[in-house]
């Protein structure tokens, strides 16, 4: 051991010299570049516009602009005035980086926003922002969404607000009436939830009622035809943890106005059900789990049969026979067909609505909340599936099979 020798008072003398050397060569080394002032000057144009907009200061959102830029100037006034009815909590910006050429810059901005009284966390949104230095002083000239990031729902037109007992309604081209009958089907959808999910939750939903197929495919940043014959989506983070996510549920106008009141109330119910449980969802989670347990909540109750609730299943079984396993991950996706994917979702159904009626309604909510709990897939559904209801996967396919024939068949 080459070093062996060393005693304890000549370890201390090694690492005395070491930090000696350490600081000398501090002395010498060249200091830090200075912060990129152009960076502070845009963060405190974007704090002024911030500051305008909590405060319903049209000027003051305004004179972050250009003078020069008329265009601007109008398609900004008439978004402010559309979200002159959003209650907002907060709105900041955060610039993340500046590319500067001359007397321009391009700002990477975060912006973040929370709605009075429903988001214990804030929405998060990447923005590009353009600019330009006049006499010392940066104004913007542009303002649009980063790379794979979605418009919000004030850029599409002035916001109707419904607030109703659990919900909140933010709609653009839509009728008051039609507002108030989303905010009133939501707040029975809110309790519903309420007592089939033991978790804790918020106890509210935030819906978004745009005016059209493509203006919803906007908000989510995605081409109209993954949504089309969609009734809602509801977006947010799983498994964060602390404060929960900022969830919305966002209403495909076309597909949802076509349904029925019971129709309607299940779609309501089902994403609501999203929104309760995201915390508890995680990519442990298979999606016949989770499409399953909000289906089952959505349905609870309604006194619908297997058979009215799984019509395409049902088809299926009786010509096939029932599916060799529980619907994949895959065929909740857009690119296998509508058919497909209502067989997923029915079967997913089936299998939730199978644990609660076999093992009871508390077991299944367990269940769903120790998958979820866990970080990774492999062995997540295995282990829960033998700790909440003592039995296999295997064991547990073969029973769903079985229960879809018997319903079905």
């Known amino acids: 051991m080459a070093d062996g020798w060393l005693s304890g008072t000549g370890r201390r003398r090694t690492a005395g010299y070491g930090l000696a050397a350490l600081l000398a060569l501090s002395a010498c080394a060249s200091p830090a570049p200075a912060p990129d002032p152009v960076t502070g000057q845009v963060q405190r144009t974007l704090d002024g516009r911030a500051a305008a907009v909590l405060g319903h200061d049209e000027r003051g959102y305004l004179a972050a602009l250009d003078p020069g830029a008329a265009g601007l100037r109008d398609a900004q006034r008439a978004e402010f005035a559309n979200l002159r009815q959003v209650p907002l909590s907060a709105w900041a910006y955060r610039v993340t980086g500046v590319s500067r050429r001359g007397d321009r810059a391009t700002a990477r901005v975060e912006l973040r926003?929370?709605?009075?009284?429903?988001?214990?966390a804030p929405v998060t949104s990447a923005r590009v922002v353009d600019l330009d230095e006049r006499a010392g002083r940066w104004y913007v000239t542009g303002d649009r969404a980063g790379e794979g990031a979605a418009e919000p729902l004030w850029r599409q037109g002035p916001v109707s607000v419904v607030r109703g007992t659990h919900s909140l309604v933010?709609?653009?081209?839509?009728?008051?009436?039609?507002?108030?009958?989303?905010?009133?089907?939501?707040?029975?959808?809110?309790?519903?939830?309420?007592?089939?999910?033991?978790?804790?939750?918020?106890?509210?939903?935030?819906?978004?009622?745009?005016?059209?197929?493509?203006?919803?495919?906007a908000l989510l940043a995605a081409p109209p035809a993954s949504y089309r014959g969609i009734a809602a989506v509801t977006t947010g983070e799983a498994g964060a943890a602390g404060a929960a996510p900022a969830d919305r549920v966002?209403?495909?106008?076309?597909?949802?106005?076509?349904?029925?009141?019971?129709?309607?109330?299940?779609v309501l119910t089902h994403e609501t059900t999203h929104v309760a449980t995201r915390t508890r969802t995680s990519s442990a989670t298979p999606m016949w789990l989770s499409e399953g347990y909000a289906d089952w909540v959505g349905y609870r109750g309604t006194g619908r049969t297997p058979a009215e609730a799984a019509p395409e299943l049902q088809e299926a079984v009786r010509r096939d026979g029932p599916p060799g396993d529980?619907?994949?991950?895959?065929?909740?996706?857009?690119?296998?067909?509508?058919?497909?994917?209502?067989?997923?979702?029915?079967?997913?159904?089936?299998?939730?609505?199978?644990?609660?009626?076999?093992?009871?309604?508390?077991?299944?909510a367990?269940?769903?909340?120790?998958?979820?709990?866990?970080?990774?897939?492999?062995?997540?559904?295995?282990?829960?599936?033998?700790?909440?209801?003592?039995?296999?996967?295997?064991?547990?396919?073969?029973?769903w099979r079985a229960y879809v024939r018997e319903e079905l068949a």
């Open 326 to 364: 529980l619907p994949a991950d895959a065929d909740f996706g857009f690119e296998g067909g509508a058919d497909r994917l209502a067989r997923a979702y029915e079967g997913g159904w089936l299998a939730c609505r199978l644990i609660a009626q076999r093992w009871g309604e508390a077991k299944l």
């Open 113 to 120: 926003y929370r709605l009075t009284g429903y988001d214990s």
């Open 170 to 217: 933010l709609g653009v081209g839509q009728e008051r009436r039609t507002l108030q009958r989303i905010a009133d089907t939501a707040d029975r959808a809110v309790p519903a939830v309420s007592a089939a999910w033991p978790g804790r939750w918020a106890g509210r939903v935030v819906v978004l009622v745009p005016g059209s197929l493509d203006a919803m495919a």
């Open 366 to 399: 367990a269940l769903y909340a120790q998958v979820g709990g866990q970080k990774h897939r492999e062995g997540a559904l295995e282990k829960a599936l033998n700790d909440q209801l003592d039995t296999t996967p295997r064991e547990f396919t073969a029973l």
């Open 250 to 266: 966002i209403v495909n106008p076309e597909a949802y106005g076509v349904l029925g009141d019971l129709g309607q109330r299940v």
